[in-house]
């Protein structure tokens, strides 16, 4: 079974700070291309950063989202300093073979975690 199982999300103030993780099971993560994405709702879904040949960012969360993933653990980490209301959105960890923030390139996702960011 491959499998990505993430957690970390919540309801956090403006300007506060959340680190997703997304655990792997079924498959080794290290030779993969990794990325989040997250969809808000009325909204088309977003490539947010990936990482793997090279590493991209959107230029929304640029200086305040980095990608990382511990091959040790298998587990990918999204860290989202400096929140804002606009970062609400279900976030998805995802796995595949070539590094793009289009979904459509990746074959392995998580359920899905909702992040929150209100006054």
């Known amino acids: 079974q491959l499998q990505l199982v993430e957690s970390g999300g919540g309801l956090v103030q403006p300007g506060g700070s959340l680190r997703l993780s997304c655990a792997a099971s079924?498959?080794?993560?290290?030779?993969?291309?990794i990325g989040w994405f997250r969809q808000a709702p009325g909204k088309e879904r977003e490539g947010v950063a990936c990482?793997?040949?090279?590493?991209l960012y959107t230029d929304s969360v640029k200086g305040r989202f980095t990608i990382s993933r511990d091959n040790a653990k298998n587990t990918i980490y999204l860290q989202m300093n400096s929140l804002k209301p606009e970062d609400t959105a279900v976030y998805y960890c995802a796995a595949g073979v070539t590094t793009s923030l289009d979904a459509t390139w990746y074959d392995i996702w998580g359920q899905g975690t909702q992040v929150t960011v209100s006054s």
């Open positions: 079924g498959f080794t993560l290290g030779p993969n291309a």
């Open positions: 990482s793997g040949t090279l590493t």
